[in-house]
């Protein structure tokens, strides 16, 4: 039996990947951190009781920025393979808390290299690094001759994540070099799901987009609509990096679908899911997403159960010409990322990685996946149970 260690096992991409793995037939250790409130929602279904005979799945208190945990974790654990997933993950949040985002992306790698060291562990764990498209900053000049980022393009971070995560890119592939480890940076480009932390901005327009339709919100406020990601499923994402970590060589790759979407076409297809179209007016901070048409039978169609669950024939007063998205300046970044897109193409040469979500695919199990959140919520809050988050 495979025994995996997950850093970041509480977070959208651990939790996938701990499901992976144990379908892989492997014992998944995994690292979460003390919090005042449960954050292991992502994980709650992989739980096994520690006192069964067959136990494949253990969570360990721990903290990147704490040396000896992570020392004392993977001394207990012995892991084939560490994941480090674990990171301040929100760009926009980084610029707030500098200096804890280079201590937990930067130094957290350089701590979990270093412990695998201490422990003569050299040649048994294998690392993946979770190295991110923000490390190429968006330059226009650094694309190759496709017009895409690949392994060999230069990198130009634009925020205190990507600074951070750069250190984390360059003392992984130290450590490969300096020390001879199996240790590997997945360059990743965004990459989301219904499990997607809420403030990033394809959760916040799904969810948004089914809160609208179901009467329980009436504006969206967001930022910079005209940056442009490479969006793929977090699903076909962890799959690549159980990929990287059984190749006979350690190397470095590029995980991304080679398409780019502005954030407002992303928009426009979340809302449609809905039955809602948005047109665009005005410019800048005062640009407005407002609803030019609504498709009845789509409407319905996605929002029918709620609708069922209130015994109600309409339950959203919407009407074509309502503003629905609004620019509020605060989500701004101090500098932003104009353009992503990734050249797959060595992943799906070398590895035989193959997404099998598209764009239109993933937006549409994200919308409904969050109509079904509050529905769910709606029907309960009916009955008369009160839902403990909003309680908190
Ligand atoms: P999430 O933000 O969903 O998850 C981050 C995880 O890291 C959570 O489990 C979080 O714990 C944990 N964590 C945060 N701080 C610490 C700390 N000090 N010590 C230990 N663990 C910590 O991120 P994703 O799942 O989306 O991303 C996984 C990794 O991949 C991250 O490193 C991210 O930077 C990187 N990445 C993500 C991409 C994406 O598009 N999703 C693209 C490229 C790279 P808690 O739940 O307690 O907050
Ligand atoms: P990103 O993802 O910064 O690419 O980092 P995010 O979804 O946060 O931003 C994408 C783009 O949308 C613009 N935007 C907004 N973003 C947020 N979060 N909230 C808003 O209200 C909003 N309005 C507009 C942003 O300005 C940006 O241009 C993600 C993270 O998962 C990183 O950890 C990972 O490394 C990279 O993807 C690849």
Not at 267 to 291: D, K, P, R, S, T
Not at 307 to 330: E, F, H, P, W, Y
Request: charged content about 25%.
């Amino acid at each position: 039996m495979k025994v995996a260690l997950i850093t970041g096992i509480t977070g959208q991409d651990g939790s996938y990947l701990a499901e992976l793995l144990l379908e892989k037939g492997y014992m998944v250790h995994g690292v979460k951190r003390r919090a005042s409130s449960f954050n292991t929602q992502r994980i709650d279904h992989l739980y096994v009781d520690q006192h069964e005979d067959h136990v494949n799945f253990k969570l360990h208190y721990g903290d990147l920025t704490d040396s000896t945990n992570i020392i004392r974790i993977i001394q207990e654990v012995q892991p084939d393979e560490i994941y480090n997933l674990g990171a301040m993950s929100h760009v926009k949040v980084s610029f707030d808390s500098p200096e804890y985002v280079a201590n937990v992306d930067g130094i957290g790698t350089l701590r979990i290299l270093e412990a695998v060291r201490i422990l003569g562990l050299e040649k048994k764990t294998r690392i993946y690094q979770a190295s991110t498209s923000e490390l190429y900053g968006g330059m226009e000049e650094n694309k190759n001759s496709k017009g895409m980022y690949d392994e060999n393009s230069p990198f130009y971070p634009r925020s205190p994540y990507g600074a951070a995560k750069i250190y984390g890119y360059w003392i992984t592939k130290n450590y490969r070099e300096a020390y001879n480890m199996f240790a590997c940076n997945g360059i990743l480009f965004n990459h989301e799901s219904p499990r997607r932390g809420e403030t990033f901005s394809t959760r916040k327009i799904t969810r948004a987009a089914a809160k609208i339709a179901l009467g329980l919100q009436q504006t969206l406020y967001l930022g910079n609509l005209d940056s442009q990601r490479d969006w793929g499923h977090a699903k076909d994402y962890v799959k690549a990096m159980w990929l990287i970590l059984q190749q006979e060589k350690a190397e470095d790759y590029v995980i991304a679908t080679g398409q780019t979407t502005k954030i407002r076409d992303f928009i426009e297809m979340a809302f449609a899911e809905v039955g809602l179209y948005i047109g665009w007016q005005g410019e800048g901070v005062n640009e407005l997403g407002v609803l030019s048409k609504i498709d009845k039978d789509r409407f319905n169609n996605a929002v029918s159960l709620a609708k069922q669950s209130q015994n109600k024939n309409d339950n959203t007063d919407l009407s074509v010409g309502d503003v629905l998205i609004r620019i509020d300046a605060r989500y701004f970044r101090p500098t932003e990322v104009d353009i992503l897109i990734g050249d797959p193409s060595k992943a799906k040469t070398q590895l035989g990685w193959e997404p099998q979500y598209n764009l239109e695919a993933m937006v549409e199990e994200m919308v409904h996946s969050d109509i079904a959140l509050f529905t769910k919520d709606m029907i309960l809050k009916r009955l008369g149970y009160l839902i403990p988050r909003e309680e908190e």
